[in-house]
Structure formats: C-alpha cells, structure tokens
C-alpha cells in the first residue's frame, strides 16, 4: 500500500471517531437538557434569540414551544435589559443575581440563572438553568417581617421600633426637634385573658392595635412590645403639652367599648412618656426613662399617663443597688426572721408567733421589709426568701413549748413555682415540727386569680394538718365569697378596721360583724394592729379571740421569744398582756 492510501484511510478513520464522539456529545446534551427537571434553555448569544426549551420550561413557563420560537430572551425578562451572560460580571455575581420573568399568564416570577457557553447548530450560543427562587424569597420576606413583626397585630415589635426611634434620633440631632416615646400598658388585661379567655384577649389586642393607629399621625411609629404592652415614637413633637394631649387622646381612644364574641369589653390604659433630647438622646434610655415613667403611671392608677422625671431614675438605680445586696445577703444566710407575738385575749398568754423577715445590713442597718420586699417580688427573690423563712421559722417553732404555733406569710408568687407543698413537707420534716403548729397565711390578692393550682395546694397543705389563714381581711375586692371557695382555719383582720376602734363608729360595726361571722363559722379571729389599751378593750368585749400589734409586743429575734415564752410557763399568776416593754 501506499504511502499516500495510508495516509487517507487514517483520515477516514479519524474522522468516524470524531463523528462519534459528536453524535456521543449530542446524544449526553439531549439527556441532559431534555430530560432535566430544571427549567433550561438555549439562546442565541448575539441576538438573544430563544433556539430551544426543554420541556421544563414549557411547564413551567406555560408557552407552547412555537411561542418561545418565536420570543427572545428579553421578551420574558420584565425589567432587565441586559443579559445574564454580559459581561464585567464574575460567575459568582451571575449566579446570585435575582431575575424577574414573565409567564404565560402575565404572573412575574424571581429566577436564579446559571449560564454556559456552548456551540448549538454551528453558532455561538448560550445554556442557561433556569432556578424559580420565588417561593423561597417570599419564605425569606415573611422571615425578615416576622423578625421585625408581631405576629398577632402585625405592628413592628421592639427590633423594627429601636430602628425607627433611632433614625428619628438622628434627624433630631440634625434639626433640633424633639422626639416623644410612649409605653401604652392595657390595665387589668391578664383578668380579661382569664375570664373570658386567650381567643377574646387577642381579639382585644388586634382592636386596639386598629385604635392607637387611628388616634395618632402616619408618620407616627406604632409597635407592640409584648403581651398588653405597646410603644409609639412620635417624632417631631412638640412642647408636653402636646404630647400629653395625644395621651390622653390614646387613653380616650382605648377606654371606649369593645364588643368581642357577645361580650362587652371594658379596659383601659396607662402611658409613661420620655421625651428626646431632655430625658436622654439615646434609644435605650430614652426607651428605659419611657418604661419608668409607665410603672410611675400603674402606680397612680388605672387610665392615666406619667412624663419621666430624673427623680424616678434615681429610685431605679437604689432599687437595683437593693436588688444587688439583697441577692448577696441571700447567698450568704444574713436574712432573719424576727416574731411578733399573737396574744389570746381571754387569758393573756401568747399562743403565737408569726415570722417577718429581718435584714440587717452591715452598712444601713436594718432594712424595712417595705423597702426590700417589694424588689424581691419584682426580682423573684422572694420564692427563694419565702422558702428559706419558712424552714427557719419550722426549725426555730420546733424548740419553743409544743402548745405555741408560728405563722408564715406566703407571697403570691410562692403559688405560681408549682413547689411550695414539696417546700412545706420538707421544711417540717426537717424541723419536726408538728403540721398543726404551722400558720400559713395568705392574702385575698392570691384567691383574685382563681385558680386551680392555688386551691388544690391549699387544700393539699390543710390536708397535711397545717392551718391557713386569710391576712388582711376586708381589704379585698368580695371578702365573704373567698369565705365559700376555701375552709380558712383563722381570719386577720387588717390594722385598718382596728385603727381607733373605740371612736369609730363604723370601725365598731365592721368588727363586730367580723367577729360574729367567725363566731359562726368556727374559725378564729385575730385583730392585727392593736396599738392602745381602748382599742384593747373593746376587742375582749366584742369577743375577738386573739390581738398582735405593738401593745403587746413588736417583733423580736428568736431568742427573746424563747425567754419570753420561757416566762410565761414558768409564771403561774396570770401573765401580762402588755410585753410591749420587753
């Protein structure tokens, strides 16, 4: 053969593989592109032009093939008019551009497009995937508006209102205008969400979410911080005379009537204001001097509003400093109970005593429990206070002559741990102390929330033999109906009713119902507050069973109620009722 003959048959051969190895490529782009689940197509790289779909993209699109024949890529692209493969972009840039298409039926869609260059029919052209992102952008958008959003109202919570206040800061800044920030809290709300329920409570929020938008200006930043509180930043306000009428406005506005599921709804509302740049040019204190001037406004009472004074920032800061060294005098046991005694008043003699916490500072001295207390129940200390004073006073009552019972009062709060009985039970039987010699008592407040937790744990605690007491009796809202909900062991009457019994009339007449009604029920009556020997002598003569307050005794640390108990069974004449001198 010749040179030449084989030099042909090689090119022939040459040229079967290459087209092979063409029909082979061919053969993988059809499977890959026809059969893709992944919206493709292929376009013209010069003119755009649409040269083939895959049937994806039919589907997807809604055109029939002879209508994408017939479009260009820029026919369905709705405001871009370059193209994905244009250049000064990288591939990374390309792949995280977000492209607006139009379908069939006019409906816009978000697509990622990833590009690759190819030769299609002997000309330049372009692959593009086609990735349809709209519904994980509309997961993204309700993501970011829940992460700035209260779900329930919608209103912008506490993220989006920083933002706004402190945009409204810095044009203040600017301008010298003033900014007003103002807490709405709904009074008496948590009644409302337990009597009539959660479904009638949202319903609530939503319709004066609708009010407190109406009642102030568009620009106005509206937003609901949590639960029954809400917040406003109206910028560019002006003198507080202003600001205040807009609360009042807002007060007006949520005090109207509500008709909820057949019920008429009654509420109300307390406003604190801050006002920028005067009571701080900062949002976090201009939101913090805003919440102050809110519990300033509760305290007062029910639909009114409170502006922030400097002084109110001074009693925060004491409150945190209390807070501070009442959970170091926690930690390190120095809280003591002290005893006041409880004095029968037919024979004198103390069957008695109820413990009241003692904290002896080693700067200040001693702390009243009027200044401390309040801040534990804020703070929550007081479950861990309660728990140690109730160990305390078992271990101390356990000692003293077995016919003298100890008496320990119970926040409210103890109710709501869900531990106080396993609390009592070990607290006695690390003592010893017999359940009956045990008083707990407890306020009309606590029976307001009517609950089931309360009364199957007071009902456990009488099962165990430990009596309970109702405190400041007649200082309540309905007295007489707690009587039926709940068999009390001993009634308190509050220091009011005894405060200058022998001249007031009416005083006379509420305690000789009192006494009757015990006299009735069979349960004891104490009188707390008894402070002079008339009003003393009144009791016995109106048969009150048994009198505390400072004509007997104040309270005293332990060792003394031991000498004086100690005394009075080694005394066999009749004991003096007065120990006040002791």
């Given at each position: 053969m010749t040179t030449a003959g084989a030099a042909s048959r090689q090119h022939a051969d040459r040229a079967r593989v290459d087209i092979a190895e063409l029909k082979q490529r061919e053969a993988s782009f059809r499977l890959l592109f026809d059969g893709n689940p992944v919206p493709m197509m292929v376009c013209a790289r010069d003119d755009e032009r649409i040269l083939s779909v895959n049937d994806a993209a039919l589907v997807h699109y809604g055109y029939a093939r002879s209508d994408f024949e017939t479009l260009k890529l820029s026919d369905i692209q709705a405001f871009e008019t370059a193209t994905p493969w244009s250049g000064g972009q990288t591939a990374d840039e390309r792949a995280t551009r977000i492209w607006k298409h139009i379908k069939a039926d006019g409906s816009l869609i978000d697509m990622a497009i990833y590009a690759r260059d190819l030769t299609f029919n002997d000309q330049p052209a372009v692959m593009l995937a086609l990735i349809d992102i709209t519904e994980r952008k509309r997961a993204e958008a309700r993501l970011a508006f829940m992460a700035q959003h209260d779900g329930l109202t919608a209103l912008p919570n506490r993220i989006m209102l920083r933002q706004r206040l402190d945009e409204s800061l810095a044009l203040t800044r600017r301008n010298g205008e003033k900014v007003a920030v103002l807490f709405v809290d709904l009074d008496g709300f948590k009644g409302i969400n337990d009597t009539l329920g959660h479904a009638v409570g949202d319903k609530l929020l939503k319709c004066v979410?609708?009010?407190?938008?109406?009642?102030?200006?568009?620009?106005?930043?509206?937003?609901?911080?949590?639960?029954?509180?809400?917040?406003i930043v109206q910028a560019g306000a002006g003198r507080p005379e202003d600001v205040a009428v807009l609360a009042k406005r807002l007060i007006d506005a949520i005090g109207e009537p509500y008709m909820l599921d057949g019920h008429t709804v009654l509420s109300s509302a307390s406003i604190g204001i801050a006002m920028a740049p005067g009571d701080g040019d900062d949002a976090e204190k201009l939101l913090k001097n805003a919440d102050m001037a809110l519990s300033r406004a509760k305290s007062e009472g029910h639909a009114t509003f409170s502006f922030f004074e400097a002084e109110m920032d001074a009693r925060a800061q004491s409150r945190r400093l209390i807070e501070i060294d009442l959970r170091a005098a926690i930690e390190a046991d120095a809280l003591v109970p002290h005893y006041q005694p409880l004095i029968d008043l037919r024979s004198g003699r103390i069957t008695g005593a109820e413990a009241l916490v003692r904290w002896p500072h080693p700067v200040r001295g001693m702390i009243s429990p009027a200044e401390f207390i309040p801040v534990a129940e804020e703070t929550g200390l007081i479950n861990v206070i309660g728990a140690l004073m109730l160990r305390r006073a078992c271990t101390d009552a356990a000692r003293w002559p077995s016919e003298v019972s100890v008496a320990v009062n119970l926040s409210p709060l103890q109710f709501r741990t869900g531990n106080l009985l396993s609390i009592a039970m070990d607290a006695l039987r690390q003592s010893g102390l017999p359940p009956n010699r045990l008083q707990l008592e407890i306020t009309e407040t606590l029976l307001l929330e009517k609950s089931d937790q309360v009364l199957a744990t007071l009902h456990a605690l009488r099962a165990l033999g430990v009596r309970i007491s109702?405190?400041?009796?007649?200082?309540?809202?309905s007295s007489l109906s707690y009587l039926r909900s709940f068999p009390f062991d001993k009634i308190k009457i509050d220091r009011s009713f005894v405060r200058d019994l022998d001249s007031n009339r009416d005083a006379q007449a509420i305690m000789r119902a009192i006494v009757s009604l015990g006299t009735g029920l069979g349960v004891t009556i104490t009188a707390e507050g008894v402070e002079t020997e008339a009003e003393l002598s009144y009791l016995r003569a109106e048969g009150c069973h048994e009198g505390q307050g400072f004509l007997f005794s104040r309270a005293r640390p332990n060792a003394e109620i031991v000498r004086l108990l100690a005394a009075q069974n080694d005394s066999h004449a009749v004991p003096d009722i007065c120990l006040a001198a002791g």
């Open positions: 979410t609708k009010r407190l938008r109406s009642s102030v200006r568009e620009e106005d930043a509206v937003a609901r911080l949590g639960s029954d509180e809400f917040a109702m405190d400041d009796f007649g200082t309540g809202y």
